[in-house]
C-alpha cells in the first residue's frame, strides 16, 4: 500500500466543492467527464489480473473490481434520479445502500465486462440527455432524503462530474501501483 495521508488516498481530487456559479464552460466540462468516464475507466482496468482487481487503493476501502461495479450502480441511479426530476415536480429521490450494494454478488464479480458494457451504453444515453437540457431544466431539483437537501440537475451533474474523476482518481493509484 502506498504510504499517504489516508484522506488523501480516500478523497484524491478533493471533496466536490459546488461553485457559487456555473457557466457554461463549466457545464460542457462536466458532461464531457461524465461522458468520458466509460473510455477510461475500461482502458485503466483493461489489463488489470484477477488478483489486481482484488487489490484496494486504501485501508478498509472496497476493491478495485467493487469501485467499477459501484459506479455503474450509482449512475443507473443518477440517470434515474434526473428523469425523476425532469418529469416530476420536486421528487424525493430513493437514497440506496451503497455499502450494502458493494457486498452484493455482482458488487464484487471479477469480471467487469457486463458492468463496463452498462457503464458505455448508460453514459451514452445519458450524455444525450445532459446535452439536451435548457437553462430551465438545470434549474429543476429533487429532493434527497439522506441529506436533507434540495439538489438541482446543474448541482448534480457536478456532482455525478466529480464522482466519476474521485473513483478515476481510485483507480489510477491501483493502476500505477500495478503498471
Not at 18 to 46: D, H, K, Y
Not at 48 to 71: D, F, G, M, N
Not at 107 to 112: S, Y
Not at 162 to 176: D, N, Q, Y
Request: hydrophobic content about 35%; glycine content about 4%; charged content about 25%.
Amino acid at each position: 500500500m502506498i504510504h499517504q495521508d489516508v484522506d488523501q488516498l480516500r478523497y484524491p481530487i478533493g471533496k466536490f466543492e459546488m461553485p457559487s456559479e456555473v457557466n457554461q464552460q463549466q457545464l460542457t466540462s462536466w458532461i464531457q467527464s461524465i461522458s468520458n468516464f466509460p473510455g477510461t475507466i475500461t482502458s485503466l482496468t483493461a489489463n488489470l489480473s484477477t488478483e489486481e482487481k482484488k487489490l484496494t487503493y486504501r485501508p478498509e476501502s472496497w476493491a478495485i473490481k467493487q469501485v467499477v461495479h459501484h459506479c455503474a450502480d450509482s449512475h443507473m441511479n443518477a440517470f434515474i434520479r434526473f428523469k425523476f426530476t425532469l418529469t416530476e415536480d420536486m421528487p424525493t429521490i430513493k437514497p440506496n445502500f451503497e455499502e450494502r450494494w458493494a457486498e452484493l454478488n455482482d458488487g464484487k464479480a471479477d469480471d467487469l465486462s457486463d458492468t463496463l458494457l452498462l457503464l458505455t451504453a448508460l453514459h451514452s444515453k445519458w450524455t444525450r440527455l445532459l446535452r439536451g437540457l435548457s437553462e430551465a431544466d438545470l434549474k429543476r431539483e429533487y429532493v434527497h432524503p439522506q441529506y436533507g437537501k434540495h439538489f438541482s440537475l446543474e448541482e448534480a451533474i457536478g456532482l455525478y462530474a466529480w464522482h466519476c474523476e474521485h473513483h478515476l482518481a481510485h483507480v489510477r493509484i491501483i493502476w500505477r501501483m500495478c503498471a
